[in-house]
């Protein structure tokens, strides 16, 4: 092993060849074995599900050969699915958990391993700490088997565990489709004459939205629609810089709104009637308005402290209550289960919804913001000129800087050891060290500081009531840190 395997806010990621190879995801599939057999989980079955980057179906498969190996019977997924489609799977099977093969919006040269728990929800971190305990012991004991001493991975080959029946295949679509219905009317969708181009960016969304919104009036154009692991000239997130293609399209097929899901489809990204992208803060805004006041419904809304304080404003003109988290998921679903939140959502455009699985869902989310459009014959831009009829303008910024190990110490050290009284002209009035390190000003606005839990990377964000505003705060931002 070259790295040490580390679950971060959601599973854990690793350069194909280099840290994720076949070695690697069976340990962390034995690892997931020993995990239930420890809770008493291993009677209970196990999904496997993977996207579509490169040999995902073969690591998948090679996951499913240990767990198979362990007696624990799997439904392996015969295709890529979303992430939140197997997620939903875990309760439809009865299931103890899920393993995804998937590196999400991460690109192309890298591959990951998620843990779902019985809930489908991102496992919790008392739940990923056991099994990077199991992973750390079998790590050792791997590098022992080689020297002809120590345990190893066990593992039935695939053909073997099909044929005694401990491994399945699973379509995990129709059963999904049919849940998803009922938060949706379908049909009344597809009687509508709307225009929608959908960029499944090469992932596992591929064909779902038209899938789901055809034999309609509905005009669906998909692009980026085939596999091609490389994810070519994008990286498979869901942000303004990789969405050109769409924001053109959308221009020129004068479409009446563009959808684009992620790698694994958890995450969306949204395009007005102008091409312009909505970030992810107008859009989680924009759904808890179609929540509460289209739909009636009432209940708390789970953000993570990267999120808009729109979501605060609309908390107090419903009179519903706001509840803040660290950034991951992870933190998020237990917080929208004990509170029956009718969301929760996170900056990156991952969204989760009350009746559903305690998971982001990139595809009920489009569907519900189809569905936002339809009841209030407004365009997106209307939409969005609506929200801020209501709760003011706000606008976002987030800029994300590569660092070393030894330079994310620096910074570490630089924001612990002193805090700025003034930042851009405005007062400091608290300072925030939840995750990373937030900034709230004298003008309302706020600027945040954190490092990324999957990717060497460190982060700014701001949020202004002007986007010259939010963009100096950035700028200030990377000064702090000698950026």
């Known amino acids: 092993m070259t790295n040490p395997i580390k679950f971060g806010t959601d599973g854990w990621r690793g350069i194909i060849a280099e840290d994720f190879t076949f070695d690697n995801v069976r340990i962390c599939a034995q690892a997931v074995a020993e995990y239930l057999k420890q809770n008493g989980l291993d009677k209970q079955s196990l999904v496997i599900g993977y996207d579509t980057r490169f040999a995902s179906e073969d690591f998948a498969a090679a996951a499913a050969e240990v ?33 995804v093969i998937t590196a999400s919006h991460n690109p192309g040269s890298w591959n990951g391993f998620k843990y779902k728990s019985q809930d489908g929800a991102s496992a919790p971190g008392v739940v ?22 120590g345990r190893g991975v066990k593992k039935l080959a695939l053909d073997k565990a099909l044929k005694k029946g401990v491994v399945d295949y699973l379509d995990p679509y129709p059963a999904y489709f049919d849940h998803i219905r009922h938060f949706v009317d379908i049909e009344e969708l597809r009687r509508q004459k709307l225009n929608i181009i959908v960029d499944p960016m090469y992932g596992a969304g591929i064909g779902y939205f038209k899938t789901a919104l055809q034999d309609g009036n509905l005009k669906i154009t998909e692009i980026n629609a085939e596999r091609n692991p490389s994810f070519p000239q994008i990286q498979p997130e869901p942000i303004a810089k990789n969405l050109t293609k769409l924001s053109r399209l959308v221009v020129e097929q004068k479409a009446d709104v563009g959808l684009a899901t992620d790698g694994d489809a958890d995450r969306i990204g949204i395009v007005d009637e102008r091409g312009q992208f909505l ?9 808890c308005l179609y929540l509460l006041e289209v739909r009636g419904e009432r209940g708390a809304i789970v953000r993570t402290l990267t999120s808009t304080m729109m979501l605060s404003r609309l908390g107090k003109l419903f009179d519903v209550p706001v509840y803040e988290t660290p950034v991951g998921f992870k933190y998020v679903a237990p917080l929208m289960m004990e509170k029956n939140a009718i969301i ?26 189809l569905d936002f459009m339809v009841k209030t014959g407004k365009t997106p831009s209307q939409l969005l000129d609506y929200l801020y009829s209501k709760v003011g303008p706000h606008y976002y910024d987030r800029r994300d800087f590569h660092i070393s190990a030894a330079k994310r110490q620096t910074i570490l050290h630089r924001l612990s050891s002193s805090s700025p009284d003034t930042i851009a002209g405005s007062k400091v009035t608290k300072v925030d060290a939840t995750d990373g390190f937030r900034f709230f000003l004298s003008d309302d606005s706020w600027l945040l500081i954190r490092f990324s839990g999957t990717e060497p990377l460190v982060r700014i964000y701001s949020e202004a009531e002007s986007l010259e505003r939010a963009r100096e705060l950035v700028d200030e ?7």
């Open 67 to 99: 767990l198979a190996g362990n007696d624990i019977r799997v439904h392996l997924c015969l295709k890529p699915a979303p992430t939140p489609v197997v997620s939903f799977t875990v309760p439809a099977t009865k299931s103890a958990g899920a393993i």
């Open 279 to 287: 970030t992810q803060h107008q859009v989680f805004a924009l759904l």
């Open 128 to 149: 990923t700490s056991q099994i990077e305990r199991n992973i750390a012991s079998l790590a050792q004991a791997f590098s022992l088997k080689r020297r002809g001493q």
């Open 344 to 369: 929760g959502g996170e900056e990156s455009g991952g969204y989760g919804f009350r009746g559903h699985v305690p998971e982001r869902d990139a595809i009920l989310a489009g569907l519900y913001f």
């Open 477 to 483: 931002g990377k000064k702090l840190i000698g950026l």
